[in-house]
């Protein structure tokens, strides 16, 4: 890690926002200027500025009740309307929305009011399969125009989504379904990956099995099915709704009525420290006025001029704040790609981006650095001129792939900014402001203006400049997380406790001041990895391994890995009778393919190592940080407090 900080904090290359850029960018200086002076009436500005209320709010923030926040809470709004009607009315309704490339390149051009009918429709849809205010609505779908569609027609109607990527497994999405207990499911037949169909529905039906007694198919009445992969699928008469037949079939008439700022919008998974993924609460108020004010600000977007990529699929939160919410709220132009960057061939994302003439680009570290692998001929191989901002999030950039992003796409003159914010903080908290911020590879930099964050000591003492310690949200801000669907107690548990005196919000975060007081961030604290820029949890992904009937005991840590960030790395303890059967790389094969089955692909581990003994210490506990050492290839560190300290050595010998 010391090395790592080391190498980091000897990056001294500066990069001024091009003059021309800074001259005609969204956000000045002043910005910071005007939230300092009075934060809270800086919110309540921004909120009446960017979107539409119903009826006015007339308090920015309650926080009588820590840490359960409410913003703008005596102001009613509809979210679908702010995305979709209210831009139909300003005129520009025949402005292109969504501009889509299916993966085996077909492509479609939604414009404002073709989505907004299209919505209407879905939420008449809704209304008659018996979605209501509050309920809450799987959505289970690709990368296609009706993921948003759906989004937007529950959000409509007050209801409360929860998209599950699809990427997950039937039992992830039954966990899933289940804790939210959802009415509707909302799923394709299957989505183009990879240059073939990947089916969703039978995973649906998987998950909805009745398994005896409780279960989600006790709450979910109905399955609305979009046609998309044309693969044959199995139905449930009754049940089971096609979108083809039903959406086109109902009324596109339908009046938005108004909820409270403080109507939930919808629940996101994410991985935490323990085995069960978290419900995460979000808002509509505060969190569509953070997603939209980022979005406009961050991005610097001039809605009638640009197109704008963002490539994360909408069962991240980088797709609820950036692909669906913000620039919907902001009438932005937007690239959507159903596929995966390199089918059929690896210059596929910068073919789609001289094609639409992107104008401001958004993906993860993860995906640049693969691209570095491959090497800067593909890229070159087609014009990215358009180009004039790009943003990275998801993980720490290093500063390879930043100045690589920047030459090789940006064209050696773009401003980057490298943006920090979680699923829980709904929007981004640090980044720099494209044409004011003098940017430095591989640093966040700063809070932007609004939001209050800090680098603390263990006791929550301010660490100051040049000094490291943990990261932590100072002040509520609007797109904070409300909570945990179902479990109040470890909201404040997780991220409220450990520093409860101060009143600051934890990260999981361990973060870098450098001498300019610039915010560098490095990487969880906590028992999370960062795989590719998707959140998992090694507890999650032991029981999963434990659950495998051949195996005795298991442990799982995040390794560093030049191209994922850090990859998943498993040592598992098998038990006797089937070593005796059975080779340990058969059983390396058959685990990896098993946490891929029971979680999803993201979760395979690169490595199983079949070893005799995991290290505990004298009270039991698994010393994750030797087992790290030997993944990444290191020496093992202090072993003393192991109960036998010889283990080590053993686990070493057998990994090799
Ligand atoms: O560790 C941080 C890392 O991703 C975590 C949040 O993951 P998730 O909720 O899945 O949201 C990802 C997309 C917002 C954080 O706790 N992270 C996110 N962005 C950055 C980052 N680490 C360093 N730099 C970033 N820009």
Known sequence: MTSQIDHLL???????????????????ADLYD????????????????????AEPFSEVLDWSNPPFARWFADGRLNVAYNCLDRHVEAGNGDRVALLWEGEPGDSRAVTYAELTDEVKRVANVLTELGVDAGDRVAVYLPMIPEAIAAMLAVARLGAIHSVVFGGFSADSLRARIDDAGAKVVITADGGYRKGKVSPLKPAVDMALADRGGQGPQATVEHVLVV??????????????????????????????????????????????????????????????????????????????????????????????????YGPLANGATQVLYEGTPDTPHPGRWWEIIQKYGVTIFYTAPTAIRSFMKIGRQVPQGFDLSSLRLLGSVGEPINPEAWVWYREVIGGGSTPIVDTWWQTETGAIMISALPGVTETKPGSAQVPLPGITVDVVDDAGAHVGNDAGGLLVVTEPWPSMLRGIWGDPERFVETYWEKFSDKGFYFAGDGARRDEDGDIWLLGRVDDVMNVSGHRLSTAEIESALVAHEATAEAAVVGASDETTGQAV??????????????????????????????????????????VGELPKTRSGKIMRRLLRDVAEGREVGDTTTLADTAVMSVISAQVR
Not at 35 to 53: M, N, S, V
């Open 569 to 610: 790395v498993a040592f598992v303890i098998i038990k006797q009778s089937y070593l005796d059967k059975h080779s340990p790389d058969g059983l390396a094969q058959a685990l990896r393919a098993w946490v891929s089955e029971q979680i999803g692909p993201i979760a395979r581990p690169r490595d199983v190592y079949i």
């Open 34 to 53: 005007a939230a300092a002076a009075d934060r809270e009436a800086f919110w309540g500005r921004q909120a009446k500025d960017l979107l539409t209320w």
């Open 10 to 28: 000897s990056e001294n290359r500066r990069f001024a926002p091009p003059e021309e850029f800074a001259r005609g960018a969204v956000a000045q």
């Open 227 to 324: 046609r998309r992969g044309q693969n044959e699928v199995e139905w449930t008469p009754g049940r089971d709704i096609w979108w083809h037949e039903a959406v086109p079939a109902a009324s596109a008439e339908h009046t938005a009525q108004a909820f409270d700022a403080e109507n939930p919008l919808f629940i996101l998974y994410t991985s935490g420290t323990t085995g069960k993924p978290k419900g995460i609460q979000h808002t509509s108020g505060g969190y569509l006025t953070q997603a939209a004010y980022t979005h406009r600000n961050v991005f610097d977007l001039h809605p009638e001029t640009d197109v704008y990529w963002c490539t994360a699929d909408v069962g991240w939160i980088t797709g609820h704040t950036y692909v669906t």
